[in-house]
């Protein structure tokens, strides 16, 4: 499967941007998406996520209440709509996908998830 993010861009504080993730591939319904994030000198860090039914986890309390993860079968495309964005969102967003689906298991740790987009920028400014 590929992976292709794309809506990153900058804009102000207190904005909203919805990023977007082209997947290409087989077994789109089966795969579990995520979406993470690396700031400057940042690990990179699990926000959101969605499995094949729909269910949803998000981390970092920081995104909470803010972002909202959402996937489309038809289109193929998962997505993160993020608002009041603040300028400690500045960062890199990475979309992945993990085909490796376990019952009652929610992947958020980087290493489970093999297959990954190549990034997009996001940048606040206050």
């Known amino acids: 499967v590929q992976l292709q993010a794309s809506g990153g861009g900058s804009v102000q504080a207190g904005d909203s941007l919805t990023l977007s993730c082209k997947v290409f591939g087989r077994s789109f319904s089966t795969y579990t998406f995520g979406w993470f994030r690396q700031g400057p000198g940042k690990e990179r860090e699990f926000l959101a996520g969605?499995?094949?039914?729909?269910?949803?986890?998000y981390d970092v309390d920081s995104v909470k209440g803010r972002f909202n993860v959402s996937r489309d079968g038809i289109k193929e495309t998962v997505y993160l709509q993020m608002s009041t964005l603040k300028p400690e969102d500045t960062a890199v967003y990475y979309c992945?996908?993990?085909?490796?689906?376990?019952?009652?298991?929610?992947?958020?740790?980087?290493?489970?998830?093999?297959?990954w987009g190549q990034g997009t920028q996001v940048t606040v400014s206050s």
């Open positions: 969605i499995d094949w039914s729909g269910r949803t986890l």
């Open positions: 992945a996908a993990d085909d490796n689906v376990i019952a009652g298991f929610f992947p958020q740790a980087r290493d489970e998830y093999p297959y």
